[in-house]
């Protein structure tokens, strides 16, 4: 366990509406990293942070946008829901600079309907 | 071509069996990791590895990196085992680019 909660776990959303998900972490990890996961492509990075305010895309950012403006929280959001955005979505850490490791929360589940 | 492939996609098998996932890569890599995903459940970290072989309990993990090639074996293996088996690799630090998993099933 590292630490790491998201919220909601559970969201049904209509499109067009704005989301955001919160990913928290209590140990002051400097790297934070948003997956999508959708059956036969495995985990996407959607967008990572290396820092409060630092943050960078992932290969499938199209549609999200993140903010980290401390660093225990990573936020996602979802300006205009879509259906394709329905996913499951996970946040991760990697627990120390220059590291391989990540550990990853718990996960949200989303539904654009 | 994904740049890791795992075989099988799906693996059924019976308790007691032997198990084996592989994964190849085409990239180089830093390191490479496998991950377990219990249905519906997080997403654990098994091993991290960049070389040679690791055991956990009845868990190992191999690597080739002149044949970028892993497997994760489970000896003795048992209903609890049943989840996803994801292999991941590093490209440099923060960056992992993931398998698209194996659905492992015991039976008892």
């Known amino acids: 366990d590292a630490g790491i909660t998201q919220s909601p776990r559970h969201k049904v959303t209509e499109t067009g509406t704005p989301v955001t998900l919160r990913c928290h972490q209590t140990?002051?990890?400097?790297?934070m990293y948003w997956y999508r996961q959708d059956p036969g492509h495995g985990l996407r990075l959607i967008h990572y942070s290396y820092g409060v305010k630092d943050t960078d895309k992932g290969e499938v950012s199209d549609g999200y946008s993140v903010s980290r403006s401390k660093t225990e929280d990573f936020l996602l959001t979802l300006e205009s829901a879509t259906s394709s955005q329905t996913s499951v979505y996970f946040c991760?850490?990697?627990?120390?600079?220059?590291?391989?490791?990540?550990?990853f929360g718990p996960g949200t589940r989303l539904t654009v309907t | 071509k994904n740049e890791v492939e795992q075989s099988p996609q799906n693996l059924t098998a019976q308790e007691g069996e032997f198990i084996t996932i592989n994964c190849s890569y085409s990239v180089g890599i830093s390191a490479l990791h496998w991950l377990q995903q219990h249905p519906g459940g997080g997403i654990v970290s098994l091993f991290m590895l960049s070389s040679g072989k690791k055991k956990h309990g009845r868990l190992i993990a191999t690597i080739n990196i002149q044949e970028k090639h892993s497997s994760l074996h489970i000896t003795a293996s048992h209903p609890r085992d049943s989840a996803v088996y994801i292999c991941a690799v590093a490209q440099g630090a923060q960056k992992l680019v993931f398998g698209q998993g194996t659905r492992l099933t015991i039976n008892p």
């Open positions: 991760a850490i990697t627990p120390e600079a220059g590291g391989y490791e990540q550990y």
């Open positions: 140990e002051n990890h400097r790297y």
